[in-house]
């Protein structure tokens, strides 16, 4: 990098998740612990293309570490996808003489940046923060954990209804494409069935399942399904099968939603958050650039933001593994 950094933005984009707010705080702090100024943008990209942006500093993040959402909040933006859209919000930066941009967010957050550093050389850096965790790259996004514990938080509390009703429920949680979701809380949640995209169970064998907890005397059930589960067109297609092939089942349905995306982070959000903030304007600072902050191995990793962008999440098979022998 041959310019010296002396101004880093920071952005959010995309969904919202646990856990941004701590990490806004911690690129500020760092920012301001190494005499760096800050500045934060509103709305993502659409809020760069507009000059909305705030100069901060670390009194400006006090009080925000523990709470969900985020300050900066969050949109998409149709106009960055275009040229014109993005000499718009490079014109912006450098009106501000803003040197460098730590983005928060999921896989569009990233294309976009890449994009953007591709046609202008502006130095970006990357930190994951989506509930879904499928990000390559690192262990734990930022807000994982806490959706987790709210999920399983939820399924507790249901269980105690179908527990005295003898019912069966058909929980749907979010993983549009990976069961990371799905698959943690089904085994932490002790979830008789978990069905997620990675694995196509099929309705036979889903309902030799169902048939096979009632032969050993369970009179209830809860079936864990990730959104983007391939074994029906929908959670509410699934209820209406196991009620016409099993009538002893009284079934109901739970779509959890947005839910799972809000409430205060959990403490290993939260210092996850702070670590990632660090890494990423220090990163900045070595002159490093298009990458990825991540945890692998429990330390910070960099990884390219390509590779994180195109690179897959797999499902923890051992994990797999142990949700088939808990639910024996």
Request: contains cysteine; charged residues 25%.
């Amino acid at each position: 990098m041959s310019k010296t950094i002396k101004k880093i933005g920071v952005m959010t984009s995309g969904g919202d998740s646990p856990g941004m707010n701590a990490a806004i705080r911690s690129v500020v702090r760092t920012c301001a612990y190494h005499n760096i100024e800050c500045a934060g943008i509103y709305r993502g990209y659409e809020g760069m293309i507009e000059g909305d942006f705030i100069e901060m500093n670390a009194r400006s993040v006090k009080d925000i570490i523990n709470k969900g959402g985020t300050i900066l909040k969050s949109a998409r933006s149709k106009e960055f996808r275009t040229e014109e859209g993005r000499k718009k919000a490079y014109e912006q930066l450098t009106k501000n003489k803003i040197d460098a941009l730590v983005v928060i967010g999921g896989d569009g957050t990233f294309t976009g940046a890449l994009v953007f550093n591709k046609e202008y050389g502006f130095p970006v850096m990357g930190i994951p923060g989506t509930i879904d965790n499928d990000i390559f790259g690192t262990s734990h996004t930022l807000g994982f954990d806490t959706a987790l514990n709210t999920v399983v938080e939820a399924i507790d509390k249901i269980r105690d209804t179908a527990s005295s009703h003898n019912r069966l429920f058909f929980i749907e949680v979010m993983g549009r494409d990976v069961g990371h979701i799905a698959l943690n809380v089904g085994v932490g949640a002790g979830a008789e069935e978990i069905l997620i995209p990675e694995e196509d169970l099929g309705l036979d064998r889903l309902l030799e399942s169902l048939r096979k907890s009632r032969r050993s005397g369970k009179t209830s059930s809860i079936v864990i399904v990730a959104e983007g589960d391939k074994i029906g067109k929908n959670v509410f297609e699934l209820k209406d099968y196991v009620e016409s092939n099993m009538s002893e089942y009284e079934v109901r349905v739970s779509v959890l939603g947005h839910m799972q995306r809000g409430g205060s982070p959990s403490c290993f959000d939260r210092v996850l958050a702070s670590r990632m903030g660090v890494k990423a304007v220090e990163s900045l600072l070595e002159g490093k650039s298009n990458y990825m902050v991540g945890l692998l191995d429990d330390k910070m990793a960099l990884t390219p933001l390509e590779k994180a962008v195109k690179g897959i999440s797999k499902i923890n098979m051992e994990l797999l593994r142990v949700s088939d022998i808990m639910t024996t």
